[in-house]
């Protein structure tokens, strides 16, 4: 949970200053990143082909996939069309979990056990790519989406001008009554 305030934070914070002006400034919002250095791919195989048990916190917990490929092809993209306060690519349906560990044992040739281990605080069974208040627009890339943070950046102002002034005290004052940020 706390990453996800850092990852909404630092949105906030690029949309602000896009909103101060600094129009070259934007983010990307991923989702896994398939087979890259720490996803729970690079852990399960790790698990399968040690014998270990396959550690999965929800049997029908889901998530959306993307390539390294489509985490570049997003982050350059976005740099040059620059539409909005954050982009996302389209990563189509979410997969669920159970479903990868079946795959993976079918292409490792090589079966483990199932170990579910109950979800963690604040993790949700599937993940939301939009906000509810952030309305989805099109670019000229039919996959790259963007939102813009208005609403949200109107709400968490005074956090982020605590940032803009390095008051620690404040900031941490004001993140430790957070256990999320509004969810909109």
Known sequence: MFLDIQRKMAELYV??????GHFG??????????????????????????????????PKIERFFMSIEEAAYLTLKS???????????????????????ENLQSVLSHRSSVLVTGLRDG???SEDLFGLTEESFTTIEPRIKYANLSIELNKNVKLLNQINSRDESSINRELSGMTTLTKL
């Open 79 to 101: 740099a040059l069309i620059n539409n909005g306060d954050v982009h996302i690519f389209d990563m189509g349906e979410p997969v669920p979990l159970a479903e990868i560990i």
């Open 25 to 58: 400034y934007t983010s990307c919002r991923f989702g896994n990143v398939f087979n890259s250095r720490g996803s729970v791919i690079e852990t399960f195989i790790y698990q399968i082909l040690n014998d270990k048990p396959i550690t999965l916190t929800h």
């Open 15 to 20: 949309a602000k200053a896009r909103g101060d």
């Open 123 to 125: 993790e949700k069974m």
